[in-house]
């Protein structure tokens, strides 16, 4: 059996389908914007923790350094809880690489009089140990090595990177802040267009004895109503758009589900906040 409070949300949704599926559009258009741009920003997102993934600390060896003194380093350092992996590339090995990735010194073949490129230990850090910081600290261990002579990580490349990284947080914070007010501002708008347009019903409700908070309730459930529709339908629009992007860009990620429930309950949450604000605000002046 229904309660008083839902069968009168649904009365009010039947008789004012226009202005709620009007209402429930232009939520859904906001929250479509701010779908686009949560896409655009996961995809970023995933970018950089794709460039993150291949930081690596590399230890440049002594000229000298033994078999022994090698083994002993990789042991210490994959034995820390912030390295995943550590890989030794000789002499011989980065020759081969430096040929294979520039053409001109594939040219001189075996004209080089002595190899010019030192043997090296590639530090790989574990998953989400990008930071700057924590890169930091593990190039300070490699160095304090004996038989390392100098450690390369690119640092002001990481800070960039992990500067972007912050930069994007900051971004969506903000922009889907907005997206939020504006649609709540459009719930409330709406909400106060439906007060005064049943504001006899709500006068004569409270002739009979109805408190606000009795004539309130209602209101709330479709606001939240509302918000829940409009973000299932923007979910719905964004997912139509990942798809045809998605057959010009093949990389494209489409955003987590929890973005997803995320956002349609959102969507239901500020809804009924802003149907509070509304009602409140006007049920004073029916």
């Known amino acids: 059996m229904q309660s008083p409070t839902l069968r009168e949300a649904l009365a009010a949704l039947r008789r004012a389908p226009l202005l709620t599926g009007l209402s429930a559009g232009m939520v859904a258009l906001a929250l479509f914007v701010a779908g686009l741009f949560g896409t655009v920003t996961h995809n970023l997102q995933v970018a950089l923790q794709s460039v993150e993934d291949r930081v ?3 230890a440049y060896l002594d000229d000298g350094a033994g078999p022994a003194p090698i ?7 994959e034995a820390r809880d912030d390295v995943r992996e550590v890989r030794y590339v000789s002499q011989d090995r980065a020759l081969e690489i430096a040929r294979a990735e520039l053409p001109e010194l594939a040219e001189l073949g075996a004209g080089l009089a002595e190899n010019p490129f ?21 190039a300070q261990a490699a160095a304090a090595i004996p038989i390392v002579e100098d450690v390369q990580y690119g640092q002001e ?4 990177l992990h500067a972007l990284r912050r930069l994007t947080g900051v971004a969506v914070m903000v922009i889907g ?8 501002l459009i719930i409330g708008t709406a909400i106060r267009i439906a007060i005064f347009a049943r504001r ?7 002739l009979v004895g109805a408190k606000d908070a009795f004539i309130r309730r209602p209101f709330l459930l479709e606001g939240a109503f509302t918000g829940v529709v409009g973000g299932a339908a923007a979910t719905g629009l964004t997912w139509l758009t990942y798809q045809t992007l998605h057959r010009f860009l ?5 955003i987590p589900s929890t973005w997803v ?26």
């Open 56 to 58: 690596a600390v590399v």
């Open 71 to 77: 083994d002993r380093a990789v042991a210490d350092l």
């Open 118 to 138: 030192p043997a090296s230990l590639e530090i790989v850090l574990q998953d989400g140990g990008a930071d700057p910081d924590a890169i930091a600290v593990v």
């Open 157 to 160: 490349w990481v800070d960039r």
């Open 177 to 184: 802040a907005a997206f939020a007010v504006v649609g709540a």
């Open 200 to 206: 006899d019903e709500i006068y004569i409700m409270r």
């Open 250 to 254: 093949e990389d494209l990620s489409w």
């Open 261 to 286: 429930v995320g956002g349609i309950a959102a969507g239901g949450f500020f809804g009924m906040l802003a149907s509070a604000v509304a009602v409140r605000r006007h049920l004073r002046e029916v």
